[in-house]
């Protein structure tokens, strides 16, 4: 009888970890649909969060890329159907952000933000969960068009 | 008896459950050889590595510049596939495999469908020969280009299968392979752009090819890592021969504040910062004539 349970878990486990990286390829595929028809795919950053501490800040992840200047990039954020918290993607440079898909100051949201990137270099996004909430969201990173 | 059925039914699904992983998730049981897994203690962490790498160089980006220059396509500019077979090594297939993932990255930003079946022919090859050819949907990219149907879809598998194999590469102790396709889809870029530049006076790329001082550091950086390999250590020695061509390229930024504004209902955001690359004819010049020549060397090395 152990044995069944041990064959049981097992089984879940696996079938689990691949219908699990089967959701991050739609949700990849459909974030990177959402971008819009006019763009082209450049990377994808999957990230899932545990919940912050309360009053601590917000667990975020974050990813570094080259941009090129005289370019028109679009970043866009689609939470997991299943995810708890709503994600928000913010672009930095160095210690200075220069956008979000939340403007704090409006409290409006927006699928992507486009970026008129004047200056070759390294870029950060930092994705994390509005409250600090646990969460599971896909960020996307698309070529506009030349500027 | 009821037992030994249940028991029969369970191993035969976990046996095929981790059968169909194994195709998605590019199973472990893949035989490494010794010579393409990380080494010893890397000289920055594998974290600021990572970091590093992100989009180092896109496939798409600078046929993109060159396209909206208006340059036509041109066959000249790509590697040839036909020596693919020939390519034995890891390294080899690795450095190669950026190369075409470049051109590939070109022939789609031009729709040129009917050489990409060369190309992802190329591709599929090589990465088998690294054991990530699981991420390449080849019959559906085969089939895209042969219908000449659905162009973003095909650019859109194309680079999200180098960005799935990347990650695998990265996230399996085998860093060394990634950076090496990294290198050669930028070698490739950089290629790209010179023989453009070559040809005619194009300012913009000309300022573009300047910047690559930014990322050849940064490229540099990562491969100092694996130095102690005698084939990573010749790739450093020729791309810090390149790297001298650009040492005197001065690169200043004219500080500005960033706007966000909405244009059309949507989020923009301007960058107000600005960077000028002062790059002389003559720099420029011996730029292109050492890109061709290493290039030639590194697709050979």
Known sequence: MKLIFRLITLFCLLYGTSSKAQDNAQLVAQCAANAGNNVTYLKDFIVKLDAGTPGGKAPSAKFSMILSKNTMYRFSICSSPNSKGEGVLQLWEMNDMLGSTFMSATGKDYPFFDFKCQKTGVYHVFISFKEGKAGEAVGILSFVKKL | ?301
Request: glycine residues 4%; negative net charge.
């Open chain 2, 1 to 301: 008896m009821m037992k030994h059925i249940i028991y029969f039914v369970l191993v035969t699904m976990v046996l095929s459950s981790c059968r169909s992983g194994e195709e998605k998730q590019a199973g472990s049981e893949f035989d490494v050889p010794d010579s393409i897994v990380n080494e010893g203690v890397l000289e920055i962490s594998e974290e600021i590595m990572q970091d590093i790498v992100q989009n180092v160089s896109s496939p798409v980006e600078m046929a993109a510049l060159v396209k909206s220059l208006g340059v036509p396509y041109s066959k000249k500019y790509l590697s040839p596939t036909d020596r693919v077979n020939e390519l034995s090594t890891s390294f080899k297939q690795a450095l190669n495999l950026g190369v075409y993932g470049a051109d590939l990255g070109y022939l789609n930003m031009y729709d040129k469908t009917s050489a990409v079946i060369d190309y992802i022919s190329a591709i599929k090859v090589l990465s088998d020969g690294i054991k990530v050819g699981q991420f390449f949907d080849f019959i559906t990219l085969k089939r895209l280009a042969q219908n000449n149907q659905n162009l973003d879809s095909l650019m859109y598998i194309s680079v999200h299968s180098f960005n799935q194999m990347d990650k695998y590469l990265r996230s399996s102790n085998r860093s060394n392979l990634s950076a090496l396709i990294v290198t050669g889809v930028w070698i490739e870029g950089l290629y790209l752009a010179t023989q453009v530049a070559k040809e005619a006076d194009h300012p913009e790329l000309a300022e573009r090819i300047g910047e690559q001082k930014i990322i050849l550091n940064d490229l540099l950086l990562i491969l100092d890592n694996y130095k102690s390999d005698k084939q990573f250590n010749s790739l450093i020695t020729e791309l810090n021969i390149l790297k001298k061509e650009f040492d005197d390229i001065r690169i200043t930024i004219e500080k500005g504040e960033p706007e966000a504004v909405e244009e059309n209902g949507m989020l923009v955001i301007i960058q107000n910062d600005k960077s000028v690359v002062d790059i002389s004819p003559e720099r420029l010049e011996s730029i292109i004539n050492k890109t061709e020549k290493i290039r030639k060397r590194l697709i050979n090395i």
